[in-house]
């Protein structure tokens, strides 16, 4: 098992940036892929990004390209969600969530092994 807990989360003016980190423990961090999603009211939860188990590889879907940065730190077992210029549509509860292996791309929620109980993010307008 792997338990994971987000933290960071907020209340922010559009603008903002808040940054948000998930801590790992359980099993060995670089196994497992990493990602953060979130779920908006009333919407299915989305995949924002991912990162390979050494960190060289990342993913962003197209609506935080230049705005959202994942990095993960192996030695301290955390992957952490750098959220700069943020807009009301992103307010949602994000989660944490680890893949074992390294197929970090996939941006299915089904695929991915473990999550964090999410941590809320208000952006006010």
């Known amino acids: 098992q792997v338990q994971l807990v987000e933290s960071g989360g907020g209340l922010v003016q559009a603008g903002g940036s808040l940054r948000l980190s998930c801590a790992a423990s359980?099993?060995?961090?670089?196994?497992?892929?990493m990602a953060w999603f979130r779920q908006a009211p009333g919407k299915e939860r989305e995949f924002i990004a991912s990162?390979?188990?050494?960190?060289?590889?990342?993913k962003h879907v197209d609506s935080v390209k230049g705005r959202f940065t994942i990095s993960r730190d192996n030695a301290k077992n955390t992957v952490s969600l750098q959220m700069n210029t943020l807009k009301t549509e992103d307010t949602a509860v994000y989660y944490c969530?680890?893949?074992?292996?390294?197929?970090?791309?996939?941006?299915?929620?089904?695929?991915?092994?473990?999550w964090g109980q999410g941590t809320q993010v208000t952006v006010s307008s």
């Open positions: 969530a680890a893949l074992y292996g390294n197929s970090y791309s996939t941006s299915s929620s089904r695929e991915w092994d473990y």
């Open positions: 990162i390979s188990r050494g960190g060289a590889l990342t």
């Open positions: 359980g099993r060995t961090f670089s196994d497992y892929a």
